[in-house]
């Protein structure tokens, strides 16, 4: 096995530990918070800008109080973010419960059975006023809080079931009243939930267990602290990090930890020989992590990265040394992808500040330096030197570097799910094409917000004045010819078409229909009028010969586009074409809703010496009624149907019962779905002159259908 392959394993394993649902759900859990999260951080930072005289002058310019607002935010976000996550966990994990996909359990109990857990669980041994400590509050306790969602969400959800056995739930108790009846069923399973925590909260607090835990941990951080050399600097970053990774305050227990140390090495007559201001300023740039790092690595190499947009959100508490955006929204805990790199750039840029410290290249912090002094300002003023700025610029040079790939990986897998939600979207939009009802716009998952995003960007295409399109990627028109026997070009069917830089070729079928839903099919028809009118236009110019082009109509827009026909009046004077140059297609199957507005418009467009072509004809079960209905003078035979006309004589006695028809009306007759030659000359056999198929050609581009018309000749 080569190293890509083995690269590739381990990429997989990476994204099948990502996407579990336990760690997947908590992960949405967290970004939820995101908004609170970068409220409170940008307060914070704000709260702590280290330039001489902010304070004052802001101050003089809001008077003494001016703090006050920006704390009450700061207190009903940062502080209270254990709180706001026991509910966004709580409430992500439930979606994955069957009990609460089928309904069983409607989402709010395990959000308020979570909610409830956490203070059981976190109530102070002494009881007092304050139910919740500042610290079960607040980031310290993000651990806890997920443990206790996720705990309780699936302690909830299966006590409930086993209840719901032992007493099952009585449909006419309570007045019929559901949301009543499943409260009263689901109290006992709360109830039970609840106490489980009860209980564990005291052995946590009278067996001492959590003091037991925490002075575990204090006591490693003080032995490392004690050693003061490169192993025990690189010990302690690691340990810092991998608790900030699974949720756990990394920061306070560095802090306490070097607190004490600090006050041991005073005792003994001594002093810390690495200040914490060289944590700060050489590992911690932009936080635990080095995460600012992490924010450029996305700003630069992330290109269509979700969370490109969080990253410029995180750039200036950042700055200032202030990443709970990034270790909670983004998030890097419990994210595999940035387990690595979260781990080895503080790692790193200790190992190399270090060694230039000790090498003699630059000086140890001496002066005591603002946590949230921004990197590269810091350097400078903790060691009065100019080689701490070029050691912090390697630094911050080597972290990104670390960061990179990750970023590159996290957004490879992130690109791989929007194919996969585009796939299940596109499912949705041709299963459900005759529904005229919301399909997937107004869904909350990851399908709805790919048809938002596709909506967005045909909004932003077809709102553009330029012709033609622009770029490779636009969304642009291509022409299948219309054939005779021999080949010569008869005309042309215009069709749209769009390859998309991330979701490859998409279907004409799902634009229309998320444009039909996202109230743009009047904006797009006109779009695709009015570019294949432009080409035309364009090949008249060129001294090419005129051949009918054929310009498919969205049944919604014959419906509610009042103006239509007189768009297409305005265009065809405008490029100058003659209105005998153009068919306008209906697609047979599509045409359910049938109003005034529909009539007037194909009325007005016939009267104008356009053809009607109605298209699929021969499948639906109105195709004569429409041929009739809108003065249709071309008809489309149905692919399907030529494609099995060898298949047996009754198909051949089908097909030539239309022919027979169409040329007693008057109507023509254009054979679509020709791939083979025996498909070819059997429809011909049987009576139809035009055709329309891969046998002839695919859809070209404009210009390459022009010099397809050169070769092939025209009628």
């Not at 070029?390 to 194919?419: D, H, R, T, W």
């Not at 003659?578 to 697609?587: C, K, V, Y």
Request: net charge neutral.
């Amino acid at each position: 096995m080569n190293g890509i392959e083995k690269f590739n394993r381990r990429l997989q394993f990476v994204a099948r530990l990502a996407d579990r649902p336990l760690i997947a759900g908590i992960r949405r859990g967290y970004m939820y918070l995101v908004p609170m999260l970068i409220i409170g951080a940008v307060i914070v930072a704000i709260l702590n800008i280290p330039i001489p005289g902010f304070q004052t002058l802001m101050a003089g310019t809001f008077g003494e109080g001016w703090k006050t607002l920006p704390l009450i935010i700061h207190n009903a976000t940062l502080q209270v973010i254990s709180l706001s996550a026991v509910l966004c966990i709580s409430y992500s994990l439930a979606g994955n419960e069957k009990a609460v996909q089928t309904g069983r359990i409607r989402s709010i109990y395990p959000v308020i059975t979570a909610f409830a857990s956490y203070v059981a669980f976190l109530t102070p041994k002494e009881l007092t006023d304050a139910v919740v400590s500042a610290k079960a509050a607040g980031a310290s306790s993000m651990f806890i809080a997920t443990f206790v969602s996720v705990v309780s969400v699936k302690l909830l959800t299966q006590l409930h079931i086993l209840y719901d056995r032992i007493v099952p739930e009585r449909m006419y108790s309570y007045n019929g009243n559901s949301t009543l009846r499943q409260a009263f069923h689901l109290t006992p399973a709360i109830l039970m939930t609840v106490f489980v925590f009860v209980l564990a909260n005291m052995v946590w607090h009278h067996t001492a267990l959590d003091e037991t835990v925490s002075g575990a941990f204090m006591n490693a951080f003080h032995y490392l602290f004690m050693r003061q050399d490169i192993f025990s600097m690189i010990m302690i970053v690691l340990i810092t990090q991998i608790l900030w990774f699974f949720g756990i305050h990394g920061g306070n227990a560095f802090m306490e930890a070097y607190n004490e140390a600090q006050t041991a090495a005073a005792a003994a007559g001594g002093s810390m020989s690495i200040p914490k201001e060289f944590f700060d300023i050489f590992v911690y740039f932009g936080g635990a992590g080095s995460t600012l790092a992490l924010v450029v690595a996305l700003l630069i190499f992330g290109s269509r990265h979700s969370d490109r947009k969080l990253a410029k959100g995180a750039l200036f508490p950042g700055l200032l040394n202030v990443n709970e955006p990034l270790i909670f929204g983004l998030p890097i805990v419990l994210n595999p992808y940035y387990f690595i790199p979260f781990l080895l750039a503080p790692v790193a840029a200790a190992v190399i500040s270090y060694g230039f410290m000790t090498a003699g290249l630059m000086p140890f912090p001496t002066e005591a330096v603002t946590w949230t002094m921004p990197i590269f300002v810091s350097g400078y003023l903790a060691t009065n030197s100019v080689a701490a700025i070029l050691v912090q610029v390697i630094c911050f040079c080597v972290a990104v570097g670390i960061y990179m790939p990750f970023v590159f990986i996290s957004k490879l897998n992130q690109e791989q799910g929007y194919l996969e939600d585009f796939k299940l979207m596109t499912r949705e939009i041709i299963y459900y094409q005759q529904s005229t009802e919301t399909r997937v716009l107004n869904r909350a998952d990851e399908i709805g917000s790919v048809a938002r995003y596709l909506a967005r960007e045909i909004r932003n295409q077809i709102s553009r004045l330029e012709l033609p399109p622009l770029g490779k990627n636009a969304m642009h028109m291509e022409y299948q010819p219309k054939s005779t026997i021999d080949g010569r070009v008869a005309g042309a069917e215009a069709l749209l078409r769009w390859t998309h830089p991330l979701f490859g070729y998409i279907s004409p079928m799902v634009i229309l229909g998320i444009a039909d839903e996202a109230k743009l099919s009047n904006a797009l028809g006109r779009w695709i009028i009015r570019q294949s009118m432009y080409d035309m236009y364009r090949g008249h110019q060129a001294g090419y010969l005129r051949v009918k082009l054929s310009v498919n109509l969205s049944p919604v827009q014959l419906n509610t586009d009042a103006e239509l026909g007189q768009y297409i009046g305005k265009l065809i004077r405008e490029y100058n074409l003659a209105p005998e140059d153009l068919d306008f297609e209906l697609t047979e199957n599509a045409m359910i809703l049938q109003s005034e507005q529909l009539q007037k418009t194909l009325s007005f467009i016939r009267q104008r010496g356009s053809d009607i072509s109605i298209d699929d004809f021969g499948m639906g079960h109105s195709s004569l009624k429409y041929l009739f209905d809108f003065s249709a003078n071309v008809v489309k035979l149905d692919a399907s149907l030529v494609q099995d006309i060898n298949n047996g004589e009754d198909r051949k006695i089908v097909i030539r019962a239309i022919l027979d028809l169409c040329r007693k009306l008057d109507v023509k007759v254009v054979a679509e779905g020709v791939e083979t030659v025996e498909q070819l000359e059997a429809i011909h056999a049987l009576g139809a002159d035009y055709f329309q198929g891969f046998y002839f050609s695919r859809a070209l581009p404009y210009d390459a259908f022009l010099a397809y018309m050169d070769k092939q000749g025209t009628i």
